[in-house]
């Protein structure tokens, strides 16, 4: 894992500048689909459009905890598909992480990723250590 020096600042401004295109990309489309469509089950791990929609968004506030010490979601993983009911909410929930996703990646350094990062991954059980450059690449 130490390979992940290859992760820099600037690969991190660019992924996040990526990543709320695409965001914005993607619930563009999604609102282009009745309510009841981005409910209906889709045999996605996380049932429905919109339940992924709430799950990435749950992972991004989760990663975000670790890397900038944002509020941890309010559920757990298992409750992720429901984090929030509303799409509109959600996609304005998403445009904000996207947002505060930039302000971040901004001040990332090198030195910062150079570290370790240890956590608690209830998924797992256990206390987990990895190189943020690694994490980095995982979390986008």
Known sequence: MRGAAMITP??????????????????????????????????????SIHGTLNHL???????????????????????????????AALSAAREEADAKISIWAAKVADAWMAQDLVWFSGAAGREMRAPKGFLISHFF
């Open 10 to 47: 600037a690969y991190v401004r660019t992924m996040a500048a990526y990543n709320a295109e695409m965001n914005r990309r993607l619930y563009g489309a999604a609102a282009r689909l009745s309510d009841a469509e981005r409910r209906q089950p889709r045999g996605a791990f996380w049932g």
């Open 57 to 87: 968004l749950w992972g991004d506030r989760q990663w975000m905890s670790r890397f900038d010490n944002w509020p941890k979601p309010d559920v757990a993983i298992k409750q992720s598909a429901g984090l929030i009911n509303d799409f």
